[in-house]
């Protein structure tokens, strides 16, 4: 029995070295950034609009403030400030070529928060992005650092925490380091999905085949297929302990016992995040909000260190029934299985496109009368029919552009140029924006003109159109004009017609002040720049909106 005892312990050490051998990420040498067990909200390559998730997002129980420490011995190499994204975020440099990154914080550990606010005022500047030398702050291993928050691209308290490769900058799975996070749960898998390889997978689509759990397995009935050329997709979640809805770690297809494809996310750069649009059916996840991972390569997908093997297209030679089996797993090893067959039955023939097809590699300019779009060889995923055409609109100074759909993903910005449907003062010129409505949201930049073309720059599909503003914009207080501010802060709400609040300037009795941006608010945290008990203050501020136009308003309040 010992001696049994003794072969399981050597089996476990064995795959434990092996595992390390194969992922070469030191086990154990960072620990939990926060002092309370680690709750995920979101793991490491989870799918987000146009961009995986970095990191691990950790719950804070719902609060703000809870103190986060330094993951490993390090010093402070960067901060950066922002009024999306991170927020505030705090970069830790390690001496074994890692740094860890602490992002949405309400506050940096004192002698840090001294120093950018410092240079904050120097600057006169809210935003920052700093670097430092190894001797300025270094810290140890469990040394407080920041108070977590909500601060950026944040819907709720939590802590985002990275771990990157020092040198190259790419993101790695911090769950490849051996952090101790209770798992026990399989993926989960709720859909199945085919596509017709002849064409694009944008068009006619995706294909869904019902799926359903045998025990521990899942199945689904033998698919039907009418193309001799077929692609898989997956619609799954993994869950942690927690029960929050995680990204999918490991996948792979096999056909008739032999594997076709498979993808796995261990690291990924900043500069391919983007491609997550590739490995998605876009469509689906912009219409109607679901998560659905190719199981193959599209054809302008090129993120590196993702997917192996084959480019996962199944040929299917006869008519004969084919078992085809998808794995897919966590970090930890959990594993889901789904099992199902697959026939050609009755090949249809395939339909040729228009001369407007804009394929992955090939730049493409398409022109209307009154626009034109130009589309680098790395815009798309895959072949795209690309319909635009324009219409009449009584609110802009050109048509509407029509520029094919907002569920057709564009991976690098195109330019495009627009003509007025009037002439236009040089006036009106320095007051046009150019608008793009892709249905959830709209883009407004300010544009550039050659002659009467205005010109910009995005990347996302939609409708386009020329607006001259007018309209200033503006700033509301929470306090009524005069009063006694008992409060700990000054907000004030930023409010636009059109665009944006691009420029932000507070100054109070003609100084300078600290106002930081939170969504659509400014707010300013009183401090000895303007102490209780000196009477009356007047505060000034000054807005630009998205086409230049700048406004000055003064407010008067007493502490």
Not at 221 to 239: E, G, H, L, R
Not at 280 to 299: A, C, E, G, R
Not at 304 to 314: C, E, F, H, L, V
């Amino acid at each position: 029995m010992k001696a049994f005892s003794r072969l399981i312990i050597l089996f476990c050490f064995v795959n434990y070295i092996a595992i390390f051998a194969q992922n070469n990420y030191p086990q154990g040498y960072f620990r939990n950034p926060l002092n309370i067990p680690i709750n995920l909200a979101a793991n490491f390559g989870a799918v987000r609009s146009n961009h995986f998730h970095m990191g691990l997002d950790i719950r804070t129980n719902s609060q703000e403030n809870l103190p986060v420490v330094a993951a490993a011995d390090g010093y402070v190499s960067r901060i950066k400030i922002e009024r999306y994204g991170f927020g505030n975020a705090v970069y830790v440099t390690h001496p074994n070529g890692y740094t860890t990154v602490y992002a949405h914080l309400n506050k940096y550990f004192d002698k840090l928060d001294e120093f950018v606010k410092e240079k904050q005022y120097k600057d006169e500047k809210w935003e920052q992005d700093i670097s430092f030398s190894p001797k300025q702050f270094p810290v140890t291993k469990g040394q407080l650092i920041a108070l977590s928050g909500n601060t950026g691209g944040s819907a709720g308290p939590h802590l985002h925490f990275e771990i990157r490769d020092t040198k190259t900058e790419e993101c790695i799975n911090p769950l490849l380091f051996g952090f101790n996070i209770p798992d026990n749960i399989a993926p989960i898998i709720s859909g199945l999905y085919w596509y017709d390889r002849r064409f694009s997978t944008y068009e006619p689509g995706a294909n869904g085949i019902a799926v359903k759990k045998v025990g521990n397995a899942y199945t689904s009935k033998v698919i039907q297929v009418n193309s001799p050329q077929i692609s898989f997709a997956v619609k799954a979640v993994d869950k942690a302990n927690q029960g929050f809805n995680l990204g999918i770690y490991d996948a792979e297809l096999l056909m008739d016992g032999k594997s076709v494809y498979s993808f796995k996310i261990d690291k990924i750069h900043y500069n391919d995040t983007r491609y997550i649009n590739g490995c998605v059916d876009y469509t689906k996840f912009v219409k109607d909000k679901m998560s659905i991972q190719h199981l193959s390569n599209l054809p302008g997908m090129k993120l590196q260190n993702y997917s192996s093997g084959s480019d996962g297209m199944i040929n299917l030679p006869d008519n004969e029934i084919h078992n085809i089996e998808i794995i897919l797993k966590d970090v930890n090893g959990n594993t889901s299985r789904l099992t199902t067959k697959v026939q050609l039955n009755n090949s249809s023939e395939k339909i040729s496109s228009n001369n407007k097809t804009v394929s992955p590699n090939e730049s493409k300019t398409i022109k209307t009368e009154n626009a034109e779009i130009n589309l680098s060889k790395n815009a798309v995923y895959d072949a795209v029919n690309f319909i635009m055409y324009e219409k009449p609109d009584a609110e802009a100074v050109s048509n509407s552009i029509v520029l094919n759909s907002p569920c057709i993903p564009i991976h690098d910005y195109y330019s495009l140029k627009i003509k007025t449907n009037r002439k236009l003062s040089n006036e009106e010129k320095d007051n046009t924006v150019i608008e793009l409505n892709y249905g959830s949201d709209k883009n407004i930049i300010k544009a550039k003109w050659d002659g009467d073309w205005a010109e910009g720059q995005f990347n996302r599909l939609g409708t386009a159109r020329l607006l001259v503003d007018n309209s200033l914009p503006s700033v509301s207080p929470s306090w009524k004009e005069g009063a006694i501010v008992t409060v700990a802060s000054l907000r004030l709400k930023g409010t636009t017609k059109i665009g944006d609040i691009e420029s932000f300037r507070a100054e109070l009795d003609g100084k300078w002040l600290l106002f930081s941006r939170v969504k659509d608010d400014f707010v300013y945290i009183f401090d000895e720049k303007c102490p209780k008990g000196s009477g009356s203050y007047t505060l000034k501020v000054t807005t630009i909106n998205t086409a230049g136009n700048a406004n000055t308003q003064t407010f008067s309040f007493s502490r």
